[in-house]
C-alpha cells in the first residue's frame, strides 16, 4: 500500500554549495509521524548527510497548520506491549539522530502546531524560527505515556523548570512565549517566515563549508563533555581548522580591506 505521506526534497544552489529544503506532508493529518513516516525522514537525512556538497538544510512540515502535529495516535492506541512501544520510540529517536547527525545546520521552520514527537523533532534541529501563530506542547502524560527521547534536550534549551510545565502541566505555549524561554531563536510574522528563513541560510553559507560543518561537530562534542575537555576540544578543532586552510583566503581579504581603507 502506498505511503499517505510525502517527502519533497528541493535543492538549490547557492555560493559555496547547496541548500536542502525538506518538506513532510500528511498535512490532512496535522503532519503527524506513524512509523513509515519515521522511517522515511530519518532515510532522506542519513541520505544527505553523505552529500559533501551540502551546506545548510530547511526542514518544515507542509500547510500552515503544523510542524509535527505528534506521533500518530492512532498507531499508538494499538500498542500492548513493552515491545512495541520500545520499537516505536526507538524510530522517534532514530529521526531526531539523524538531524543531530547530520554534518550542516539544520534550520526547522515552525508554523501551526509543533507538538510531542514533533517538539522532540524540531529541538533536534540547530535553529528554530517560528511563526507568531504558532503552538507548542508535550501532551503525551494527558494521554498516559510520558515524554522521552529527545525531551531530554529541553532543559538545556529551556531550563528545567520550563521543561516541568511542559511536560507535566502539559500545556501548550504560544510563540511570543516559546520566544522568552529559549526555545525558538526567532518569531516573525507568518507573512515574514520565508524571509526570516532565508536570511538565516544566507548568514550560514556566508561562512566557510569546513568551518561550519566543524563548527556543529565541536558543538555536539560540547554537549558530551565537562568543561576543561570541552576547551581541549576546541583548540583540538582549531588547530584542525588551521591546517584545513580556509581562512587564508578570507582573512587576507580581510587584511587587504583593511589596508585600503
Same mark, same amino acid.
Given at each position: 500500500?502506498?505511503?499517505?505521506?510525502?517527502?519533497?526534497?528541493?535543492?538549490?544552489?547557492?555560493?559555496?554549495?547547496?541548500?536542502?529544503?525538506?518538506?513532510?506532508?500528511?498535512?490532512?493529518?496535522?503532519?503527524?509521524?506513524? =512509523?513509515?513516516? $519515521?522511517?522515511?525522514?530519518?532515510?532522506?537525512?542519513?541520505?544527505?548527510?553523505?552529500?559533501?556538497?551540502?551546506?545548510?538544510?530547511v526542514f518544515a512540515g507542509a500547510g500552515d497548520r503544523a510542524f509535527v502535529?505528534?506521533?500518530?495516535?492512532?498507531?499508538?492506541?494499538?500498542?500492548?506491549? =513493552?515491545?512495541?512501544?520500545?520499537?516505536?520510540?526507538?524510530?522517534?529517536?532514530? $529521526?531526531?539522530?539523524?538531524?543531530?547527525?547530520?554534518?550542516?545546520?539544520?534550520?526547522?521552520?515552525?508554523?501551526?502546531?509543533?507538538?510531542?514527537?514533533? $517538539?522532540?523533532?524540531?529541538?533536534?534541529?540547530?535553529?528554530?524560527?517560528?511563526?507568531?501563530?504558532?503552538?507548542?506542547?508535550?501532551?503525551?502524560?494527558?494521554?498516559?505515556? =510520558?515524554?522521552?527521547?529527545?525531551?531530554?534536550?529541553?532543559?538545556?534549551?529551556?531550563?528545567?523548570?520550563?521543561?516541568?510545565?511542559?511536560?507535566?502541566?502539559?500545556?501548550?505555549?504560544?510563540?511570543?512565549?516559546?520566544?522568552?524561554?529559549?526555545?525558538?531563536?526567532?518569531?516573525?510574522?507568518?507573512?515574514?517566515?520565508?524571509?526570516?528563513?532565508?536570511?538565516?541560510?544566507?548568514?550560514?553559507?556566508?561562512?566557510?563549508?569546513?568551518?561550519?560543518?566543524?563548527?556543529?561537530?565541536?558543538?555536539?562534542?560540547?554537549?558530551?563533555?565537562?568543561?576543561?575537555?570541552?576547551?581541549?576540544?576546541?583548540?583540538?578543532?582549531?588547530?584542525?581548522?588551521?591546517?584545513?586552510?580556509?581562512?587564508?583566503?578570507?582573512?587576507?581579504?580581510?587584511?587587504?580591506?583593511?589596508?585600503?581603507?
Amino acid at each position: 500500500m502506498a505511503a499517505e505521506h510525502k517527502i519533497d526534497v528541493r535543492r538549490e544552489t547557492h555560493d559555496g554549495g547547496v541548500v536542502a529544503y525538506v518538506t513532510y506532508d500528511y498535512a490532512r493529518r496535522l503532519n503527524v509521524l506513524n =512509523p513509515q513516516a $519515521l522511517k522515511d525522514l530519518a532515510a532522506t537525512f542519513h541520505a544527505l548527510a553523505k552529500e559533501d556538497d551540502l551546506r545548510v538544510v530547511v526542514f518544515a512540515g507542509a500547510g500552515d497548520r503544523a510542524f509535527v502535529g505528534g506521533a500518530d495516535i492512532n498507531h499508538m492506541a494499538g500498542m500492548r506491549h =513493552p515491545d512495541d512501544g520500545r520499537a516505536f520510540i526507538t524510530l522517534v529517536h532514530k $529521526l531526531c539522530q539523524s538531524i543531530r547527525d547530520c554534518p550542516v545546520p539544520v534550520i526547522c521552520r515552525l508554523e501551526g502546531y509543533t507538538l510531542g514527537a514533533g $517538539l522532540e523533532v524540531a529541538a533536534a534541529c540547530d535553529i528554530r524560527i517560528a511563526s507568531e501563530a504558532a503552538h507548542f506542547g508535550m501532551p503525551e502524560v494527558k494521554v498516559g505515556i =510520558p515524554s522521552v527521547v529527545e525531551a531530554a534536550l529541553l532543559p538545556r534549551l529551556i531550563g528545567w523548570g520550563r521543561t516541568s510545565w511542559l511536560l507535566m502541566a502539559a500545556e501548550n505555549i504560544d510563540a511570543a512565549t516559546a520566544d522568552r524561554w529559549g526555545l525558538v531563536e526567532q518569531v516573525v510574522p507568518a507573512a515574514k517566515l520565508a524571509a526570516a528563513v532565508e536570511r538565516c541560510v544566507h548568514s550560514i553559507v556566508e561562512g566557510t563549508p569546513k568551518a561550519v560543518r566543524g563548527q556543529k561537530r565541536l558543538m555536539r562534542r560540547w554537549e558530551r563533555l565537562p568543561l576543561d575537555e570541552a576547551v581541549q576540544a576546541g583548540i583540538d578543532a582549531f588547530a584542525q581548522s588551521v591546517g584545513e586552510g580556509e581562512h587564508i583566503e578570507r582573512m587576507a581579504a580581510f587584511v587587504n580591506r583593511k589596508k585600503k581603507g
